[in-house]
Each structure stands twice: as C-alpha cells, then as structure tokens.
C-alpha cells in the first residue's frame, strides 16, 4: 500500500553539540539526511517525500538528495521552531489522502518490513507506531528522590515512524494548534483526541541521531547492514 513520508529535518542538533545541523554529519561517509531519505527513495511504496527544513539549508540538503538520486516528488516546507511546528508545516502542505508516515531525519536505521506493518495497521485502525520495549527499570523521580516504580511489563518506547490516516492526524495536528498544545510526538495529538494508537514493535537498531555516542553505533549498524 502506498503512502507520503513527511519528514522533520529543521532541527539545530543541539545535543550532538557539533556547531550544526547534526542531519550533516556523516556514517560510513554519507550524512544521516542522506541515508534516512534513501530508505525511503528505494521504497516504490513511497509516494512523495515532505520536507521540513531550515530556509538556508535548503540548497544543501538539495545536494544531498542530488547526490543520492531518485525519481519521488519532493516538497519542501519550512520548519518551525518546535519540531511539532515543522511536522505541522508539512501536514498543511499534503495535498492527498490515505495514509501519511512521520519520521524523524535523524533515525536512519529503518527497514521496509517496518514501514510495510505500519502503513497497514494505520490503514486498518487509523494510527500506528514504532515502539521497542523498554529494557531498564523506569523510575520517576522528584528532587533526586524516587517517587514511583514503573511497571515495566507496560512501558514501551516509542519511535518513528508513527503512521496515521490523513485526515486523523491532519484533525489532531490543528486540534493541538488550537489549543496550544505542545507534544513530543504526533501520537499524542491523536492520543489526546481519544483515538486508539496501535503499537507496531520495532527493533532496538532504530536509534535517533541524538549524542555523540550514537554516531559511533550508528557506524556499527551501518556495517552491519552492508
Ligand atoms: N526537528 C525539526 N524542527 C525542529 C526541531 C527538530 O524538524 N524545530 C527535527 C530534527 O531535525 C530531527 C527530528 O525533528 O530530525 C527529531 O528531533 P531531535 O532529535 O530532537 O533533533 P534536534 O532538535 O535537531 O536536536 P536537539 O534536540 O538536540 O537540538
Ligand atoms: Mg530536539
């Protein structure tokens, strides 16, 4: 089944603490812009690619995608200051239907069986996604005093892609514009909508670009994959 990629990429990467954009940093010699928009240029699934980027990176992240090749329509949307503000710009250019994928530029480590799963769930029930278990015990804690114990048997971490119905997250996306509502991902908009949001589990390998220790097994995974 087909379906639009929209993807973040207007972050500054502060974390990864390298003076820029972190997208241009590289693994095995490509950057990660590169390798997480090629997954989806092979995928003959894939529609269309909606880009949120930072106006002055726009040429460079042309010559990234020249580099690559690829014959998919690719649209370009300024991003925002939040990442919830630069998917938004990407909902409101989608001019389609059916179902859309957000994924952040910085995991580049997915595979097609992934993105197969979600684009069906989101298609049977309206919204799925990427989620690993979580493998340490979760605390919260106040003050440096622990306040609870999570029950691990339930806790998930979640990743992109998340997959929706168009017209379900474009609902969500201005529901949240509406009402000021700042998330750390898409699900949550949806979530607060009180539609059901499906878990598709995914693997531990579809880390996010975050700190410099990502890089070094991002170059691990990259070898393992060749
Ligand atoms: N992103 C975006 N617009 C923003 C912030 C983030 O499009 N205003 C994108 C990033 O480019 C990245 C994805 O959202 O692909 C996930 O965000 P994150 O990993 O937090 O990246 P950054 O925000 O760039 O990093 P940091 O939080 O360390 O500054
Ligand atoms: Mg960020």
Known sequence: MKYTVMIPAAG???????GQNKLFLEIGGQSILYHTIGVFQDDPYCNEIILAVRPDEQPIIQGILEQHGGSKTITFVEGGDERQNS?????????????VLVHDAARPFIDLSLIRELVHTAHEKGAAIAAVRAKDTIKIVENSMVKQTLNRERLWMIQTPQAFRYELLKEASEAAIQDNFLGTDESMLVERLGHSVQIVESSYDNVKMTTQEDLALGEILLERRK
Request: net charge positive; aromatic share 4%; proline share 0%.
């Open 12 to 18: 500054s990467g502060k974390r990864m603490g390298a």
């Open 87 to 99: 998917v938004a710009a990407c909902i409101e250019a989608y001019k389609g239907d059916g179902i």
